[in-house]
């Protein structure tokens, strides 16, 4: 009742706002500012220019977009392929057997992602999976990391379901697997889409473990933000971040325009 009234109303907007400008909107405008400064010596940069994003958009900074946008849609769509199955082979477990798989699917996030990197690293370095070198070392890394997301919300869809139209289709003697794939992925659809743009944005950002995996040709754009502030580019590096930024909210759009059509079917 009290957010209802008028006075609720105002002092939720007051600390939405005491939390969401210094937490969050003033940080990203920091960047911003940072990414079109040629010099910030006092309370505001100056010496405005739009040379840095000359940088972002060419050369070894478009290449690593790439490499990140290649990299996100591929481990996504491996998690939503391994994290979805499994959630639904995990619906029909009880007991310790459901326990156990989500023990294994959550516990890339239990553990910090520079260990997760290790144990790639460690696991792909030799024979028979060789990987270290490749870009598939990178892809797999970041498909562990992210398959987590996958199973959780794929998981908690299915548990959201109503049976009733399962035993419907298979009253009219459907199969298993026409019911499958003709009522209960339909039905899945929405909450797929949802992971698919969680994965997809985890994976442009995953740094620490990306870090420690890629080989020279294939620099994820994290990565290549990193050097930029590293060698005391910050500018520069503001302005990838931007870029960064710019393309993972172009594709989450376009995944949440997927989700709600979905969602009106």
């Not at 598939?136 to 869809?157: K, R």
């Not at 009733?164 to 909450?191: D, F, I, M, N, T």
């Not at 740094?207 to 590293?230: H, N, R």
Request: charge should be positive; hydrophobic fraction near 60%; charged fraction near 10%.
């Amino acid at each position: 009742m009290l957010v209802h009234s008028k006075k609720g109303k105002w002092a939720a907007w007051a600390v939405f706002l005491v939390l969401f400008l210094p937490l969050f909107a003033l940080p990203l405008l920091v960047i911003v500012a940072a990414s079109f400064a040629t010099n910030w010596s006092g309370a505001l940069p100056s010496g405005l220019t739009g040379s840095h994003y000359r940088a972002a958009t060419s050369g070894d900074a478009l290449t690593a977009l790439t490499t990140s946008l290649v990299t996100a849609v591929t481990a996504s769509v491996l998690a939503l392929i391994v994290g979805g199955w499994a959630a639904l082979a995990a619906a029909a477990l009880r007991g310790r057997g459901r326990r156990a798989m989500d023990a294994l699917f959550m516990l890339p996030v239990a553990v910090p992602s520079v260990v997760v990197g290790l144990a790639v690293l460690v696991a792909f370095s030799k024979p028979p999976m060789l990987l270290n070198g490749t870009r598939w070392i990178v892809i797999v890394a970041h498909t562990i990391l992210v398959t987590a997301f996958a199973y959780q919300s794929v998981s908690a869809a299915i548990v959201r379901l109503d049976p009733a139209y399962e035993q419907a289709a298979a009253s009219l003697g459907a199969r298993p697997a026409h019911v499958l794939w003709k009522v209960k992925l339909p039905l899945l659809l929405p909450s797929l889409n949802a992971a698919a743009g969680l994965c997809f944005a985890l994976s442009m950002g995953e740094l620490s473990a990306t870090i420690m995996l890629y080989p020279p040709d294939w620099m994820p754009l994290p990565v290549q933000i990193y050097a930029a502030t590293d060698r005391g580019s910050l500018f520069t590096g503001s302005a990838i971040a931007v870029v960064l930024m710019g393309a993972s909210l172009l594709v989450l759009l376009a995944v949440s325009r997927i989700r709600t059509k979905a969602s009106y079917r």
